[in-house]
């Protein structure tokens, strides 16, 4: 049996667990490596893109990176998460806002000298990503578009430091050849981005009382549902263009039927988020959203899924 001082140690462990949402982190992690080994680099063997230690180093660094940011932004909403999220608030409280901002600074600290360690060029890229998540989360958020539009867009930076660093390696000549890659994964983030903005305006209607109480200034405290509920339709729509460039124009092997179930998917959210206006609802609607995204990362493999056992791709020959 537990001690008492050992359960709240480990509930303190569960709690700061809780605030850097560490179930999202592994997604985060194998979404970057799936796109290295299947979109950016598909002509190298799997291994040798999982043994390279520079790309861990990016991909770690990003990872705890997000992960402070999810403490620096529990730690500004927290009297909203209050109203919001009662039962997680009360989770999160059991560390202290003091212990909060010393892991925030730790974590920064290591992220920062792990891109040092890569190159100056990664530390400067992960430096002005720090700043810019502490800026959203002390700043931004609180306006209408602007805030969402940010948080949407600091959600796909770590696929970005991806791309930056497998093209900082190739030289002039053989850019050209690579554009391909490049348009995919742009495509790809773009559809992600929509997807991260979508779920952002309807979390802006699942917290509403929160918001409200806390004087954001979100699109339906400052408008009403009605015009949030356009503008997600609208955004709904729009992730037809990213999704015709990868089907019609590049080849993304099997995973056509990935966007093929996600437009029947967001068909049947939309019909919903008319009928919704209870916070149960949208957060249902939230969960759909995340459900596609995160089935979405799992879906690259379908990309080319023969990297995996044909000819120097092979995963397990050396």
């Given at each position: 049996?537990?001690s008492?001082q050992?359960?709240?140690?480990?509930?303190?462990?569960?709690?700061?667990?809780s605030v850097?949402?560490?179930?999202?982190?592994?997604?985060i992690?194998l979404a970057?490596y799936?796109?290295?080994?299947?979109?950016?680099?598909?002509?190298?063997?799997?291994?040798?893109?999982?043994?390279?230690f520079n790309?861990f180093?990016?991909v770690f660094?990003?990872?705890?990176?997000i992960?402070?940011?999810y403490?620096?932004?529990n730690?500004?909403?927290?009297?909203?998460?209050l109203?919001?999220r009662?039962?997680?608030?009360?989770l999160?409280?059991?560390?202290s806002?003091?212990?909060?901002?010393?892991?925030?600074?730790t974590?920064n600290?290591?992220?920062?000298?792990?891109a040092l360690?890569?190159?100056?060029?990664?530390?400067l890229f992960?430096?002005?990503?720090?700043?810019l998540?502490?800026?959203?989360s002390?700043?931004?958020?609180?306006?209408?578009?602007?805030?969402?539009?940010?948080?949407?867009?600091?959600?796909?930076?770590?696929?970005?430091?991806?791309?930056?660093?497998?093209?900082?390696?190739?030289?002039?000549?053989?850019?050209?050849?690579?554009?391909?890659?490049?348009?995919?994964?742009?495509s790809?983030?773009?559809?992600?981005?929509?997807?991260?903005?979508?779920?952002?305006?309807?979390?802006?209607?699942?917290?509403?009382?929160g918001d409200?109480?806390?004087?954001?200034?979100?699109i339906?405290?400052?408008?009403?549902?009605?015009?949030?509920?356009?503008?997600?339709?609208?955004?709904?729509?729009l992730?037809?263009?990213?999704?015709?460039?990868l089907?019609?124009?590049y080849?993304?092997?099997?995973m056509d039927?990935?966007?093929?179930?996600?437009?029947?998917?967001?068909?049947?959210?939309?019909i919903?988020?008319?009928?919704?206006?209870?916070?149960?609802?949208?957060?249902?609607?939230?969960?759909v959203?995340k459900?596609?995204?995160?089935?979405?990362?799992?879906?690259?493999?379908?990309?080319n899924?023969?990297?995996l056992?044909?000819?120097?791709?092979?995963?397990l020959?050396?």
């Amino acid at each position: 049996m537990l001690s008492r001082q050992h359960k709240l140690l480990v509930m303190k462990i569960v709690s700061l667990f809780s605030v850097v949402r560490g179930y999202n982190i592994p997604i985060i992690v194998l979404a970057q490596y799936l796109s290295a080994i299947f979109i950016l680099a598909p002509e190298k063997r799997a291994l040798d893109i999982l043994l390279d230690f520079n790309l861990f180093l990016i991909v770690f660094a990003s990872a705890i990176t997000i992960a402070s940011g999810y403490i620096i932004n529990n730690f500004y909403d927290s009297q909203k998460d209050l109203i919001n999220r009662p039962n997680k608030s009360m989770l999160d409280r059991l560390v202290s806002q003091k212990t909060k901002l010393s892991v925030y600074f730790t974590l920064n600290f290591i992220a920062a000298l792990m891109a040092l360690i890569v190159s100056w060029r990664a530390f400067l890229f992960f430096s002005v990503y720090i700043f810019l998540i502490w800026f959203y989360s002390h700043k931004v958020k609180k306006y209408p578009i602007v805030g969402n539009l940010t948080a949407a867009f600091l959600a796909v930076i770590p696929f970005f430091a991806i791309l930056l660093y497998f093209y900082n390696k190739i030289s002039f000549e053989e850019i050209e050849d690579h554009m391909s890659h490049f348009m995919v994964i742009s495509s790809h983030a773009v559809f992600l981005f929509l997807l991260l903005l979508i779920r952002e305006m309807i979390k802006d209607l699942e917290n509403l009382k929160g918001d409200l109480a806390n004087n954001y200034r979100t699109i339906p405290i400052l408008y009403n549902e009605k015009v949030s509920k356009q503008i997600i339709t609208v955004l709904t729509l729009l992730t037809v263009v990213p999704v015709y460039i990868l089907i019609n124009i590049y080849d993304v092997g099997y995973m056509d039927i990935y966007f093929y179930i996600c437009f029947a998917v967001l068909l049947f959210f939309l019909i919903y988020l008319w009928k919704s206006n209870s916070k149960e609802q949208f957060l249902l609607l939230h969960n759909v959203l995340k459900f596609l995204i995160v089935s979405g990362v799992f879906c690259i493999v379908l990309i080319n899924p023969s990297v995996l056992w044909h000819g120097k791709n092979l995963l397990l020959k050396f």
